[in-house]
Nanobody, 123 residues
Framework: QLLLVESGGGLVQPGGSLRLSCAASGFILGSYKIGWFRQVPGKEREGVSCISSTNYADSVKGRFTISRDNAKNTVYLQMNSLKPEDAGVYYC????????????????????WGQGTQVTVSS
């Protein structure tokens, strides 16, 4: 069974940091492109970052860093200088085909999704 499990979410003050983890089981994560998305109520899920190459949404460039530990079969999203607008449920997703490419932020580029982890940025 192919499974993605996110963790690391929580409540943080503006300017703070969190590191999200996306642990994979049932497949070799390094063989897939892995994306991070976030969603807030009433809005579509938006792409935050992708790794095969590395891509970032303009809103998080310079603050977020995506990385992969193949030995642990885990992808991380280090989030620094968090802003209230960064809040939401963060999902990781795995795509079987292709690199991140120009369509990396499309949910249709991914085949498997985790259950999400909540990030709240508030003072």
């Amino acid at each position: 069974q192919l499974l993605l499990v996110e963790s690391g979410g929580g409540l943080v003050q503006p300017g703070g940091s969190l590191r999200l983890s996306c642990a994979a089981s049932g497949f070799i994560l390094g063989s897939y492109k892995i994306g991070w998305f976030r969603q807030v109520p009433g809005k579509e899920r938006e792409g935050v970052s992708c790794i095969s190459s590395t891509n970032y949404a303009d809103s998080v460039k310079g603050r977020f860093t995506i990385s992969r530990d193949n030995a642990k079969n885990t992808v991380y999203l280090q989030m620094n200088s968090l802003k209230p607008e960064d809040a939401g449920v963060y999902y990781c997703a795995a795509g079987r085909y292709g690199l991140c490419g120009s369509a990396w932020s499309s949910i249709r580029a991914y085949d498997y999704w985790g259950q999400g982890t909540q990030v709240t940025v508030s003072s």
